[in-house]
């Protein structure tokens, strides 16, 4: 009998089938360290709107971004533990460092990937016993997080400088021919939300909140789909002008690409402890989208990300140090840049030289007074 598939069907078995081939394709036997970096998953609207949904607990996780979050755990456990032995298959403290930012959601999320890497049924169990130390076979993962001001996954908030840049753009010539383009288009969604006037750096926060009334509320949000996708294509276009000059990614993303090439440098030169195998860091969009300018990825290039999108790097020898960068965005799962599929690490290092900042310049920049000894570097809670 013939079997026939509708255009969804064939889009979603296409998605399926490049994991697959990505999947395939990853050489773990020549992998010697993961940095995985995710956004976290659906949440809350971080503003009530007078016409829609009051929402009681903003900018939490909701069901959904959980469920985002523990896929991207199974997907990892799959890859990394049952077709490779990478990792250990119940957890091992030498083998895994989490770093989250204090916001609920990114913890929540951190634990739900975690909940898939290492799921029920492979946690402690009693000495000299076969019983678990906990219901169902859990398994606690500590994940550290560095307070309010946090440099590594927060650098863009954390950084006065960051904050005065990021409003700049609003007095290039684009932005405000973009204003003026899209006036009367911002007038009707105001309305339609129930605001007097809305500016066009306020449409991102609008988006999610249209988002959440589609997603959890079986609801419009007073909008038909024309006018939605219009609201999203807005809003990437925001968000992808907001890092705009690497000089401001490098701020934004704060210690984070320092720390990621630091540990491909130490692992490469036989410094770091050889048992440590992954890091994971749960984070935000801006993170992600700071990190991007820091890289030297341009706006033509950049995928501005959605809930529970995943930059993954490994870091190879095979004849040789080698980086490779895959983003999970979505629908999208392949090459954060086709250059970066395979590139020798001396070659990755050389062109992230100029989005690294140590912390002394980091401080200076930001007009920040220097801390004590925390977790801002290494992230790790022995300290």
Same mark, same amino acid.
């Given at each position: ?24 394709? @990853? =050489? ?9 970096? @995710? ?14 949904? #009051?929402?009681?607990?903003?900018? #939490?996780?909701? !069901? ?8 991207? !755990?199974?997907? &990892? ?11 250990? /298959? ?15 959601? +990114? ?6 990937? *975690? ?12 000495? =000299? ?75 991102? +926060? ?54 990621? @090439? ?36 341009? #706006? ?7 809930? +529970? ?5 490994? *870091? ?19 090459? &954060? ?6 590139? /020798?690490?001396?070659?990755?290092? %050389? ?19 220097? /801390? ?5 570097? %290494? ?5």
């Amino acid at each position: 009998e013939k079997i026939t598939m509708g255009p969804n069907q064939l889009a979603s078995f296409l998605v399926i089938l490049i994991m697959v081939v990505v999947a395939t394709e @990853t =050489d773990t036997s020549t992998l010697r360290h993961v940095v995985v970096i @995710t956004r976290h998953g659906d949440r809350t609207p971080l503003h009530n709107y007078p016409n829609h949904h #009051q929402w009681e607990n903003p900018g #939490q996780l909701t !069901g959904e971004g959980m469920r985002q979050l523990k896929d991207i !755990g199974d997907f &990892l456990r799959k890859r990394y533990i049952e077709e490779s032995s990478f990792l250990s /298959p119940s957890y091992k403290p030498s083998e895994l460092r989490v770093r989250s930012t204090t916001r609920d959601r +990114a913890l929540m999320s951190a634990q739900s990937l *975690l909940l898939g890497l290492y799921p029920p049924g492979t946690g402690e169990k009693m000495p =000299d016993s076969e019983e678990f130390a906990l219901p169902y076979g859990i398994q606690p993962i500590p994940i550290v997080t560095a307070g309010k001001e946090d440099y590594l996954l927060h650098g863009y908030k954390a950084c006065h400088s960051v904050k005065k840049k990021t409003k700049e753009i609003r007095e290039t010539k684009e932005w405000k021919e973009k204003a003026e383009e899209e006036k009367e288009f911002l007038a009707k969604v105001a309305k339609v939300i129930g605001l007097p006037k809305l500016a066009l750096e306020k449409i991102s +926060a609008v988006y999610h909140g249209v988002k959440a009334e589609r997603i959890h509320k079986n609801s419009t949000g007073g909008f038909t789909d024309e006018e939605y996708e219009k609201i999203l294509e807005l809003k990437n276009w925001v968000l992808s002008r907001k890092y705009w000059d690497r000089s401001l990614g490098r701020l934004g993303a704060g210690l984070l690409l320092s720390e990621i @090439t630091s540990t491909f440098k130490e692992v490469s030169e036989g410094i770091k402890d050889g048992n440590e195998k992954f890091t994971y860091y749960s984070a935000h969009d801006g993170t992600l989208l700071s990190l991007f300018s820091a890289m030297g990825i341009t #706006q033509k290039d950049l995928m501005v990300p959605h809930y +529970a999108a995943m930059i993954l790097m490994e *870091l190879h020898y095979d004849h040789g140090w080698k980086v490779k960068i895959e983003y999970m965005n979505k629908d999208y799962h392949g090459p &954060l840049l086709s250059k970066w599929s395979d590139i /020798p690490l001396k070659n990755f290092l %050389s062109e992230m030289e100029g989005g690294e900042i140590e912390l002394d310049e980091y401080m200076r920049a930001c007009s920040l007074n220097k /801390p004590k000894k925390n977790l801002q570097l %290494s992230g790790r809670s022995d300290l």
